[in-house]
C-alpha cells in the first residue's frame, strides 16, 4: 500500500440512523486487511447524541474478524478511567489480537465532562500522567505497589501481560505543548488529531521536534501520523454538504468541516494529503465518516497509489 507512506483506515464507528451495522463493519475491516492497509483505528467519544460504538469492544470485534490489520485507538480518554481496568482490558485485547493492539491514549479537551464521570477535572493532566505510568507498570511488572497522589497499589498483579513486550505501543495524542512533553517522556508515538487542520499540526509537530531533541529522542524512533478526516467525490459541494452534517452532529460544529477535512475529487484529496505529509506525518489516518465501505474502495483504487 503506498510504497512512501503508510496508511491506516477508521472503523465505521458512528450510526447517524441509530442502526448499527455489523455487517457492514466486518466487511468494511475485512477489505481493508485485503487491500494492504496497515492499521485500523478507532476513537473515544463516549457521550453525544450521535450513535458511537465504545472503542475497546469494537476492536475487539475487529481482532476477531480480522488476522494481519494493526488495531489502534487513537486516542483512549484513560484520565475518565481507572488505569487497573484499562491495563487488564487492553492486555486482554492484545492478547485476543496475538499483538497487534497499538494503545492511543490522550487526556481529552473537555473538561466539564469530569463530574459525569464521578471525577474532578482539578489535577485532571497529573492524574492523566500518573495512570499511564501505572499502566506500563502493570503491563512490565510481577507485582506492583505504587503510592502515589492519585492511585494506591499494594503488591497488585494484572495478568496475562500483553503479548507485545515490553507492553503495546503507546501513541498520544494532544496540541498543548504541556501534552507533547508527556508524549515525549512517556510515550512511544504521537499522533494529530482529526479535529486539528493540517497548519495546526504543522505547529504542533515543530514543537515535537524541538521536545524530541531535547530528550536526546531520534525522531525516526518516535512514529508520527495524523487523522484526516475526508471524502473522496467528484462533486465537491455534495462531498462537503455531507461532511459538515457529520461534523454538526458529531462535533457540534458544521463549520469545523471546512478547516480541517480532505474532500473532492482524487487530485483534491492527493493534494490535502500530501499537504499533511509535508507537514509531518509518517502515516496517515484516513478516515471517511459516510459510504464507508465505497469510499474505502476508491481511496485504495484511486488516492493511495499517488502517494507513493
Not at 148 to 156: C, I, K, P, S
Request: hydrophobic share 50%.
Amino acid at each position: 500500500m503506498a510504497g512512501g507512506v503508510t496508511l491506516a483506515v477508521a472503523i465505521p464507528q458512528t450510526f447517524a440512523s441509530g442502526s448499527v451495522d455489523t455487517r457492514m463493519i466486518r466487511d468494511f475491516l475485512r477489505r481493508a486487511e485485503a487491500l494492504g492497509f496497515e492499521s485500523a483505528w478507532v476513537v473515544e467519544h463516549i457521550l453525544g447524541a450521535m450513535p458511537s460504538l465504545e472503542p475497546v469492544e469494537l476492536l475487539a470485534y475487529a481482532a476477531a474478524v480480522t488476522e494481519r490489520l494493526r488495531l489502534g485507538a487513537a486516542v483512549l480518554l484513560t484520565a475518565l478511567r481507572d488505569p487497573i481496568h484499562v491495563a487488564k482490558s487492553l492486555a486482554t485485547l492484545d492478547q485476543l489480537s496475538h499483538g497487534r493492539l497499538v494503545a492511543g491514549v490522550g487526556l481529552g479537551g473537555v473538561p466539564r465532562v469530569y463530574p459525569a464521570f464521578g471525577l474532578s477535572a482539578a489535577r485532571r493532566a497529573a492524574r492523566f500522567a500518573e495512570g499511564v505510568r501505572v499502566m506500563k507498570r502493570l503491563w512490565t511488572e510481577p507485582r506492583v505497589t505504587v503510592d502515589g497522589e492519585f492511585f494506591r497499589l499494594d503488591a497488585v498483579a494484572v495478568e496475562p501481560k500483553p503479548v507485545q513486550r515490553p507492553h503495546p505501543p503507546l501513541v498520544f495524542g494532544g496540541h498543548h505543548p504541556q501534552a507533547l512533553r508527556r508524549a515525549v517522556e512517556l510515550g512511544d508515538g504521537f499522533i494529530g488529531a482529526g479535529a486539528a487542520s493540517t497548519a495546526a499540526f504543522a505547529d504542533e509537530m515543530r514543537t515535537l521536534r524541538a521536545l524530541l531533541a531535547e530528550a536526546g529522542r531520534a525522531p525516526e524512533t518516535f512514529p508520527v501520523g495524523k487523522r484526516v478526516y475526508l471524502a473522496l467525490d467528484r462533486d465537491r459541494a455534495r462531498a462537503g454538504k455531507r461532511l459538515a452534517e457529520w461534523f454538526g452532529a458529531f462535533y457540534g460544529r458544521p463549520a469545523l468541516a471546512e478547516e480541517v477535512a480532505v474532500w473532492g475529487d482524487a487530485d483534491a484529496c492527493v493534494e490535502g494529503l500530501r499537504a499533511v505529509r509535508a507537514a509531518g506525518a509518517g502515516f496517515l489516518l484516513l478516515n471517511p465518516v459516510f459510504d464507508e465501505l465505497e469510499q474505502l474502495e476508491r481511496l485504495a483504487a484511486d488516492v493511495a497509489p499517488r502517494l507513493a
